[in-house]
């Protein structure tokens, strides 16, 4: 008689992360809708390699990782729905990828436990399908460490290769992250027994490879690595600051706390979710030790406040993406905690009391972010919905490359009509023409200005003829032509 066999997966917490991926993909497109249109530094990313509009200008810092990554998409098509729905799965697959090499490390309920507390954050489902470096380096990052104690405890060519490659696409896409990263793996490396020149050597070639663009850019177009380092420094206010104000300011919506944009004030139920953070690592530290997996608990820990520390102590502005990659690293050692109140006491009522706790977290966790998230994405598909409308208006009243928009949101609309674009956070307060507009006017492009407000905005339009788009909302915007 054959005997009947019932199928259980080779990995059911393997399965159990896909489920997680998945969940984090239907909540993008749920939330997140394709139809939001793509916000300023998406169009500077995306505007690189659309072969249908003028390059927007790519200043110092940034780096040409999210530009590889939408290239597929772009370069056949202007649709930002494809663009989003494309995105979104490659989020899902990283996801799954980066968290999955945990697995490797040690099979277990922490992987799939980590991966939901990072992606029901409200930023990594915002970001998931957004054409922006943080949510990637965050993967990347979770996939770096875990192919560092892989590489420390197996050998092997193939955790070496990757962890290279994690540590490339890092610092593709945000080169001095990629330095704290490196900084962070290579100090384990003094770990007595996990001193392998091979892994040292595999960080070095994966920074190199990553860097090498951005070092070759910098001698091509800004005058060499001194003046492109000093001009990012400008750009991104660096030098010794102390921002964990900011940054609490931003957690409950902001996406930049930066002048002229006013954050408000910390949300007390946000400040006590981040004030979590650090208690729950540090148990996860206390339980990972407990279990004799304190290595496993702490190198993300290590590598998390590292990436966290540039951001809080060397950058003048805060946004919630930029501690991104900190809290999906952070994420491991939480989910330590997690898992052991609910396995670890040895009598069954502590473990009931234990699960309920993590119940009530859990949820706690899921209603803040989602409440946090639907108010942040209905407020960007109004506003960029807005754009959209703009760039339309612009098109019926004859406005056609070659063309210049100048103004407020220039750069989101300028993209949608085909021009080039100079944006304007303060317009200038001077009668004289601004020599963006004197330049375009000079070689023959055709030039308007936009403005969300009641007043003219600056003094060199009041000569020209200003109309009103009264079916764009919110504000309330004009329409600036020459005479």
Request: charged residues 15%; glycine residues 8%.
């Amino acid at each position: 008689m054959v005997a009947i066999r019932t199928w259980r997966p080779a990995d059911p917490w393997r399965a159990l992360l896909l489920v997680v991926a998945v969940c984090y993909g239907l909540v993008q497109l749920a939330v997140v809708t394709p139809q939001m249109g793509l916000g300023w530094d998406e169009v500077v990313y995306v505007s690189q390699v659309d072969p249908r509009v003028p390059e927007t200008e790519f200043i110092a810092p940034r780096a040409r990782g999210i530009t590889l990554l939408v290239a597929p998409v772009v370069l056949f098509t202007s649709s930002t729905e494809v663009l989003r729905a494309y995105l979104c799965l490659l989020s899902v697959l990283a996801l799954y990828a980066s968290f999955g090499t945990w697995l490797r490390v040690r099979s277990g309920p922490v992987v799939p436990v980590a991966a939901a507390l990072f992606a029901s954050t409200w930023p990594a489902l915002f970001y998931g399908n957004e054409a922006m470096p943080n949510f990637w380096v965050a993967c990347g990052s979770v996939a770096a460490a875990g192919c560092f104690l892989r590489c420390v405890r197996e050998g092997g060519r193939g955790p070496l290769l990757w962890l290279a490659v994690s540590v490339t696409a890092v610092a593709l896409l945000r080169p001095p992250d990629s330095v704290w990263l490196v900084l962070a793996l290579a100090a384990a490396l003094a770990v007595p027994g996990w001193r392998r020149p091979r892994v040292a050597a595999a960080l070095a070639a994966g920074l190199a490879a990553g860097w090498a663009d951005w070092i070759v850019e910098a001698y091509l177009r800004f005058g060499g690595l001194a003046a492109r380092w000093h001009a990012a420094g400008a750009a991104n206010e660096t030098g010794l600051h102390v921002t964990l104000v900011e940054h609490a300011r931003a957690l409950d919506g902001p996406l930049l706390c930066r002048p002229p944009a006013d954050c408000g004030p910390v949300v007390p139920s946000w400040a006590l979710w981040w004030a979590a953070i650090p208690v729950l690592v540090l148990l996860g530290l206390y339980a990972a030790r407990r279990r004799d997996r304190l290595a496993e608990c702490l190198l993300p820990a290590a590598a998390g406040l590292a990436m966290a520390a540039p951001y809080v102590f060397l950058v003048g502005y805060a946004a919630p993406r930029f501690l991104l990659p900190a809290y999906a690293l952070l994420a491991l050692p939480v989910a330590h905690t997690a898992v052991f109140a609910v396995t670890g006491p040895r009598r069954r009522g502590l473990r009931r009391a234990g699960a309920g706790l993590v119940a009530a977290g859990l949820l706690g966790q899921f209603a803040l972010q989602g409440l946090t998230l639907g108010e942040v994405a209905a407020l960007r598909l109004q506003r960029r919905a807005a754009d959209a409308e703009v760039a339309a208006a612009l098109r019926a009243l004859g406005v056609r490359p070659p063309c210049l928009v100048y103004g407020e949101h220039a750069v989101m609309i300028a993209y949608r009509a085909g021009c080039q674009s100079h944006m304007v956070l303060s317009w200038p307060r001077d009668t004289a023409v601004p020599a963006a507009v004197r330049a375009a006017q000079a070689a023959g492009k055709q030039v308007v200005a936009v403005d969300q407000g009641r007043r003219i905005p600056a003094a060199f339009l009041h000569g020209w003829r200003r109309g009103p788009l009264w079916d764009v909302r919110p504000g309330r915007w004009h329409v600036y032509l020459p005479r």
